[in-house]
C-alpha cells in the first residue's frame, strides 16, 4: 500500500507563512510527479502546484509568485512553502503522486493537511 506521509498544516494570519511536507518510499517519489492539491468545504479539489522529477514545476493561477514546490530526492519528499497567504487559502491540503505507465495513470493521495488562514 501507497503511503504518503503529510505534515506542516495548521493556522496562521494573513499574510504568514507555512511549509508542508510529503514524504513518500523511494519507489513512488522516483516514479512519480509529486504535487499539492486542496479543498475547501463545498468546492472541488484543485491543483495547488506539482513538479516532475525533470522539468518546470506548474502552479494554479491563484498560488502563482506566492507559493514554490520543491523536491528533495535524498529525503524522497515533496514541499510546498506558501508565502503571503491569504484567507482564500484556506482548505485541506493533499499531496499527490501521479505515476504513469503506458496507458495506466495512477495516483496516490495522502490522507491530506488543514490550512487555516485568519483574516
Known amino acids: 500500500q501507497v503511503q504518503l506521509v503529510e505534515s506542516g498544516g495548521g493556522v496562521v494570519q494573513a499574510g504568514g507563512s507555512l511549509r508542508l511536507s510529503c514524504t513518500a518510499s523511494?519507489?513512488?517519489?522516483?516514479?512519480?510527479?509529486m504535487g499539492w492539491y486542496r479543498q475547501a468545504p463545498g468546492k472541488a479539489r484543485d491543483l495547488v502546484a506539482a513538479?516532475?522529477?525533470?522539468?518546470?514545476?506548474i502552479y494554479g493561477d491563484s498560488v502563482k509568485g506566492r507559493f514554490t514546490i520543491s523536491r528533495d530526492g535524498v529525503k524522497n519528499t515533496v514541499y510546498l512553502q506558501m508565502d503571503d497567504l491569504k484567507p482564500e487559502d484556506t482548505a485541506l491540503y493533499f499531496c499527490?503522486?501521479?505515476?504513469?505507465?503506458?496507458?495506466?495513470?495512477?495516483?496516490?493521495w495522502g490522507q491530506g493537511t488543514q490550512v487555516t488562514v485568519s483574516s
Open positions: 499527490n503522486a501521479r505515476r504513469r505507465e503506458p496507458g495506466n495513470t495512477y495516483d496516490y
Open positions: 523511494q519507489t513512488i517519489f522516483r516514479s512519480s510527479a
Open positions: 513538479a516532475g522529477a525533470a522539468g518546470s514545476p
